[in-house]
């Protein structure tokens, strides 16, 4: 089949440039229309409920809202976890389920449990679903500057301007508002009058909500047509609420403005915004929809806010401080980078080995082909174009022209031979060298497709990041030997018209110095084959001694320093201790240009931060204008600022970083040990028992758990039998408070498109003062008024920042990161340790999560699949050859190109990481093409007759140009990965560290054991 394929190719080569013009054509299109973004989309199929609870403790939240919907949201078929956080006034509930479950399918189900069990959730709720975004979704962030806009302003022009406008944008899920102050219509009743007038709470509010309504009437005939009856009596302006009568007795009527205060006032907050230290900002956050092009999105947003800047209030602009399509920027020119340098360094290469600038040119045109190839294949496999699978690309780049380089280093021999020359016509001639080298190539190739087969059944995060890498190679890899067999010996044809019959120096050379290695070596083949026996043994130990981690903390360019300060903070002061952290970091750390920090919850509830817990975003200056060399470094300084805050705890991550953990895991960090039980104050004090031995083991840094105690509580416990002599019940009187602190939102007002709540409040005063509180009134229904004290017992108590659960149950997570050490070692010491010095009773259990359970599982699941791999080259070993003995000899060289890698890890100080186990799988595919060309020959040259000892030495020498530059190519591609900067580059290092280590070994034992094994086996 593949002589007829060669023979087709060359009898039809006009054809065969046409299809090659089309094929150009084809993938350059298929390029142009690839989503582009920084990362394949790792984010699992996931659904967020987010309930809000005005006023509502995390214990009641979680009582009558967190644990109802949890018991509902329990066997959803393909479920994989069930976690939530009860906090004040809000809950976050996520159902995950398994990877391949489709989104509108997962969220359909939960919409159906939901709406079963909500008419059992308290009625004053409000929520649902959160939009169809990721947590990796988070696009673009902007805040709205001006001068001369308030607070108010800013938010209201957010809200009911640009929100709108950006959520038209194909590809965004919703616009998350954080910051600013919501306009509202605010009535704040005097407890003086009130209780002068007989006026009590629930009946101003009962006038609010049946003063504010429009309607219709039906419809009235008028002549031969018709008249549609609109009752308009909703309010439209403050006087309109001032207006309302509450009660008329004896022609004395008393308005809302007769007892409450009305005015334009703003919602309860439970969030802000600072920037740079010096005041509140408002901040627009784009979430991008689950799949969605990033890099259009963001074009697309830019391209909104442009168009809409002009119908802005004058003096008003938008500062983004956030882009994605930066970092796919940088993500996407640092694999295209290191793409390029490695085109250049494989054209150098082949002009030296081949010494015919003819011959590499007809080599080189196999890297753009197999490039489109694999791009028009990425398209119709709905790939984006990011840092993983571009990466692929680029690791392939020095495997994509072994095929072409044997296919024309063979032809360049057969036509240099004066004899065949001579007597054969010159297509022919092409046609026999291709037809020579066309089986040991295939298979060669196929045995690489093969090895990186085990990639695609990785499961998790890890699987998400490296499935596109292996599906590029594989695309590649396929495009290129295809090429190789058709298109290549068509443009050799016309590009090798005359062929110099001297070897070029460089191989010239290399012969020169190889052929008394090889001759010395097979007179000594005994000491060659121990000491390559013994170096095999070092290399074990060695292997032991190399840290094991799951994958190299990527730099994405920008920082966030997450800070917790004392659970019972209020707002204010939490803005202000914000504010400091922010001068202090921009005057002490030049090297940040500009701080941004959020407080508390954001609008959507995506990320219900209490008051005392800010993220700051750092926008960092250009690494070339550092003091410092490293971003290590630049933490450390960044430490040191911290370290003056007293009564904060702070740790770093990285935005994605950040969303990625917490995704996977619900909290932030490189190791979290969560402790499950039911009693939060036994989980707390084994919380801070696993903190003090973790901050007693070497490599931890940033260890905390967030504070769970602390917030102050007023218990106003209410005694149902005064309450009830006096015409008072529970509900009544819960509402009374709510209203007076929270506040009540009791309908709208429409204000042309713009919907402002109206919203029954207590003073200023009131809310700031517990005591003034203790004394509230109460207006009874026959006007008369009691205070709150005669129907409550008030105390003051310490209570939980909030409950989180998993699988039902609840639980405090411990979380810490890891520095100067590698994952696996810290994991087992602590969980050593955590066995021998925790005590846990009845009902209480500890599991360790993180990174840590993503490489124990990478690792398992490797341990399986990659023998499977080996299993299946032996069969296309056993194919090609029809020997067992052939076969096991070609997979004999791949324990000896281990030993490069190992060493080559150990030496530069890596880690064993999922990156460089994919280097490892990509040195086994390349050392095994190398025994495969080198024992065909060994075989072809057998069937000629030639004595054994001939066969090894000419065969061996015939062959090591194709050896070394297959093996020199695939190296040197990798070498700009080594000294690449920039995002990514940091997961791409440890594998081109393992290819290039283990390449050396592997072509120097190629070359050298291979013969002397065949010499002793096959005479």
């Known amino acids: 089949m593949l002589a007829k394929l060669i023979q087709f190719a060359l009898t039809q080569r006009l054809l065969m440039l046409i299809l090659?013009?089309?094929?150009?054509?084809?993938?350059?299109?298929?390029?142009?229309?690839l989503p582009i973004d920084a990362f394949p989309d790792v984010s699992s199929t996931q659904v967020k409920i987010i309930i809000k609870a005005p006023g509502m403790t995390p214990e009641e939240v979680e009582a009558r809202i967190t644990a109802p919907i949890e018991v509902e949201m329990l066997g959803i078929p393909h479920q994989a976890g069930l976690r939530s956080v009860a906090k004040y006034a809000v809950t976050d509930i996520t159902v995950d389920f398994k990877d391949g479950t489709d989104i509108y399918w997962a969220r359909q189900q939960v919409a159906e449990r939901l709406n079963a069990?909500?008419?059992?959730?308290?009625?004053?709720?409000s929520g649902g679903m959160a939009p169809l975004t990721t947590p990796l979704g988070e696009m673009f962030m902007f805040t709205v500057e001006s001068d001369t806009l308030s607070l108010q302003e800013k938010r209201s022009l957010l809200d009911w301007v640009i929100r709108p406008q950006l959520r038209t944008v194909p590809g965004?899920?919703?616009?998350?508002?954080?910051?600013?102050?919501?306009?509202?219509?605010e009535i704040v009743?005097?407890?003086?009058?009130?209780?002068?007038?007989?006026?009590?709470?629930?009946?101003?509010?009962?006038?609010?909500?049946?003063?504010?309504?429009?309607?219709?009437?039906?419809?009235?005939?008028?002549?031969?047509?018709?008249?549609?009856?609109?009752?308009?009596?909703?309010?439209?302006?403050?006087?309109?609420?001032?207006?309302?009568?509450?009660?008329?007795?004896?022609?004395?009527?008393?308005r809302i403005a007769d007892v409450a205060e009305v005015r334009i006032g703003s919602l309860t907050r439970y969030g802000a915004v600072t920037s740079n230290g010096t005041g509140e900002v408002v901040e627009g956050l784009v979430l991008g929809l689950r799949g969605a092009n990033a890099q259009k999105l963001v074009e697309g947003v830019k391209a909104k806010l442009a168009e809409i800047a002009p119908s802005l209030p004058k003096g008003t602009n938008i500062h983004v401080f956030y882009d994605r399509g930066n970092l796919v920027d940088r993500a996407v020119n640092t694999v295209t980078k290191a793409l390029l340098e490695a085109v250049v360094l494989v054209l150098i290469l082949l002009v030296l080995f081949l010494g015919n600038f003819r011959a590499a040119l007809t080599i080189a045109f196999i890297l753009p082909l197999s490039a489109l190839f694999t791009f028009l294949l990425m398209r119709n496999f709905d790939m984006s174009a990011n840092l993983m699978s571009l990466g692929g690309l680029t690791i392939a780049i020095g495997m994509l022209v072994d095929a072409a380089v044997v296919v024309v280093e063979n032809v360049v021999s057969h036509l240099a031979d004066t004899k065949?020359?001579?007597?054969?016509?010159?297509?022919?001639?092409?046609?026999?060298?291709?037809?020579?080298?066309?089986?040991?190539?295939?298979?060669?190739?196929?045995?690489?497709?093969?090895?990186?087969?085990?990639?695609?059944?990785?499961?998790?995060?890890?699987?998400?990041?490296?499935?596109?890498?292996?599906?590029?190679?594989?695309f590649a890899l396929a495009g290129s030997l295809f090429l190789s067999l058709t298109v290549i010996p068509v443009l050799a044809s016309f590009l090798l018209k005359e062929v110099s019959h001297e070897e070029p120096w460089l191989v010239r050379k290399a012969l020169s110095v190889y052929e008394p290695i090889l001759k010395w070596s097979l007179d000594h083949a005994k000491v060659i084959v121990i000491g390559a026996f013994v170096l095999l043994a070092i290399t074990g130990v060695v292997y032991t001694q190399i840290g094991k981690t799951f994958m190299p903390t990527m730099d994405e360019g920008d920082l966030i320093i997450g800070v917790e300060k004392l659970p019972s903070i209020n707002l204010q002061q939490s803005l202000l201790t914000d504010m400091s952290v922010q001068r202090a970091i921009l005057s002490q750390v030049p090297e940040v240009k500009g701080v941004f920090s959020r407080v508390g919850s954001d609008e959507?509830?995506?990320?219900?931060?209490?008051?005392?817990?800010?993220?700051?975003?750092?926008?960092?200056?250009?690494?070339?204008?550092?003091?410092?060399?490293?971003?290590?470094?630049?933490?450390?300084?960044?430490?040191?600022?911290?370290?003056?805050?007293?009564?904060?705890?702070?740790?770093?991550?990285?935005?994605?970083?950040?969303?990625?953990?917490?995704?996977?895991l619900g909290v932030r960090g490189d190791l979290a040990i969560k402790i499950f039980g039911p009693d939060l104050k036994a989980l707390d004090a084994k919380a801070q028992q696993i903190i003090s031995i973790l901050d007693s083991i070497k490599g931890s840094q940033d260890v905390y758990t967030p504070q769970n105690s602390g917030v102050q509580y007023m218990q106003i416990k209410i005694d149902r039998v005064a309450a009830g002599r006096l015409g008072l019940d529970i509900a009544e009187i819960e509402n009374i408070l709510l209203a007076q602190l929270e506040g009540k939102q009791i309908g709208i007002v429409q204000e042309g498109q713009k919907r402002t709540p109206v919203l029954l409040r207590g003073s200023a005063d009131l809310r700031a003062s517990p005591s003034d509180f203790g004394n509230l009134m109460l207006t009874l229904g026959n006007g008369t008024n009691v205070p709150l004290s005669a129907v409550a017992k008030i105390e003051r108590e310490e209570g939980p920042v909030k409950v989180d659960r998993e699988r039902g149950v609840r639980m405090v997570v411990v979380t810490a990161n890891i520095r100067d050490r590698d994952l696996v070692s810290f994991v087992e010491e602590t969980r050593q340790r955590i066995n021998s010095e925790v005590k846990l009773e009845e009902g209480y259990s500890i599991k360790l999560g993180g990174q840590f359970e993503n490489q124990q599982r990478a690792a398992a699941r490797l341990a399986i699949v990659v023998p499977v791999a080996i299993g299946l080259i032996f069969l296309l070993l056993f194919a090609t050859f029809g020997s067992i003995k052939q076969a096991l000899l070609i997979l004999s060289n791949i324990p000896f190109a281990m030993i490069g890698g190992v060493f080559g890890l150990w030496i530069s100080g890596e880690y064993l990481s999922v990156p460089a186990s994919v280097g490892f799988i990509a040195l086994l595919g390349i050392a095994v093409l190398n025994g495969v060309v080198m024992v065909s020959y060994f075989n072809l040259l057998a069937a000629q007759g030639m004595d054994q000892l001939?066969?090894?030495?000419?065969?061996?020498?015939?062959?090591?140009?194709?050896?070394?530059?297959?093996?020199?190519?695939?190296?040197?591609?990798?070498?700009?990965?080594?000294?690449?900067?920039?995002p990514g580059s940091e997961i791409q290092k440890p594998l081109a560290i393992v290819v290039i280590g283990g390449l050396v070994t592997s072509t120097a034992l190629t070359l050298v054991l291979l013969p002397i094994f065949y010499r002793r086996f096959f005479k």
Request: net charge neutral; charged share 20%.
């Open 950 to 982: 001939s066969i090894v030495i000419e065969g061996a020498k015939r062959r090591l140009r194709p050896v070394l530059m297959t093996a020199s190519i695939a190296a040197f591609g990798l070498v700009p990965l080594l000294f690449a900067t920039g």
């Open 117 to 125: 069990v909500w008419g059992n959730l308290p009625t004053d709720i």
């Open 189 to 254: 009743p005097d407890n003086a009058r009130m209780y002068a007038r007989g006026v009590a709470i629930d009946t101003l509010q009962n006038v609010l909500e049946n003063n504010n309504r429009n309607g219709g009437a039906g419809r009235l005939s008028d002549g031969e047509g018709s008249l549609l009856v609109r009752a308009e009596g909703g309010f439209k302006t403050i006087d309109d609420v001032k207006n309302t009568i509450v009660r008329s007795e004896q022609g004395m009527s008393v």
């Open 172 to 185: 965004v899920a919703d616009v998350n508002a954080l910051g600013g102050l919501v306009r509202s219509f």
């Open 604 to 664: 959507l509830g995506l990320d219900p931060m209490g008051l005392n817990q800010t993220d700051n975003f750092l926008i960092l200056k250009p690494t070339s204008e550092w003091r410092m060399k490293t971003k290590e470094e630049l933490i450390d300084e960044l430490r040191k600022v911290m370290a003056q805050m007293p009564g904060l705890d702070y740790s770093f991550t990285q935005p994605i970083d950040m969303r990625v953990n917490e995704m996977i």
């Open 20 to 33: 090659t013009l089309g094929l150009a054509a084809a993938g350059t299109l298929a390029y142009q229309s």
């Open 420 to 474: 065949k020359a001579g007597s054969l016509p010159r297509m022919h001639i092409i046609y026999r060298a291709v037809r020579e080298v066309s089986v040991p190539v295939t298979a060669g190739v196929l045995i690489i497709i093969t090895v990186f087969l085990p990639l695609l059944t990785l499961q998790g995060l890890e699987g998400k990041l490296f499935t596109p890498v292996a599906l590029t190679i594989m």
